[in-house]
């Protein structure tokens, strides 16, 4: 097996494993905090569904040699419109978008994948530019050793 698959397979099992565990962890909170008592297997198998998908994707695009050249952002919205057609089916299939869902559900739900999408971004171009600062300093410090 190639180093790239290999490398892709295990970030897929460690996005997983992490999305996974952290999904049902939020999920078994808002049920409890919303007064029920558990959690169907139906609704872990969707959300497992939804996890794996998501892993994925995730691991398709952004531990993919053929997007490497590409850049966060690109890698980013690839990701997004891969995932999100599938996410907001699994939602319908949880009942969350009842019927066609209501104006403030829909709007929750795309100010909150918006809201991520630019802090994604901005997360990305800050760190990016702090790194970029700190190369150029240490290539200065260089070129002024090597005169």
């Not at 397979?9 to 962890?25: D, G, H, I, K, P």
Request: aromatic share 18%; with cysteine.
């Amino acid at each position: 097996m190639s180093y790239i698959v290999k490398r892709m397979l295990t970030v897929f099992r460690n996005a997983l494993a992490f999305s996974y565990a952290w999904t049902v962890l939020c999920a078994a909170v808002i049920v409890w905090l919303l007064g029920g008592s558990n959690l169907s297997v139906g609704f872990l198998f969707k959300l497992l569904a939804l996890c794996a998908w998501g892993s994925a994707c995730f691991a398709g695009c952004f531990f993919n040699t053929l997007f490497d050249k590409k850049g966060f952002i690109f890698c980013l919205t690839l990701f997004y419109i891969l995932f999100l057609p599938v996410e907001i089916l699994i939602y319908y299939s949880m009942g969350l978008f009842v019927g066609g869902g209501s104006p403030i559900v829909w709007i929750i739900f795309w100010s909150s994948v918006m809201s991520m999408y630019v802090a994604a971004i901005l997360i990305d171009r800050l760190i990016l530019k702090r790194r970029g600062a700190e190369y150029t300093k240490k290539l200065q410090e260089y070129n002024k050793a090597a005169q």
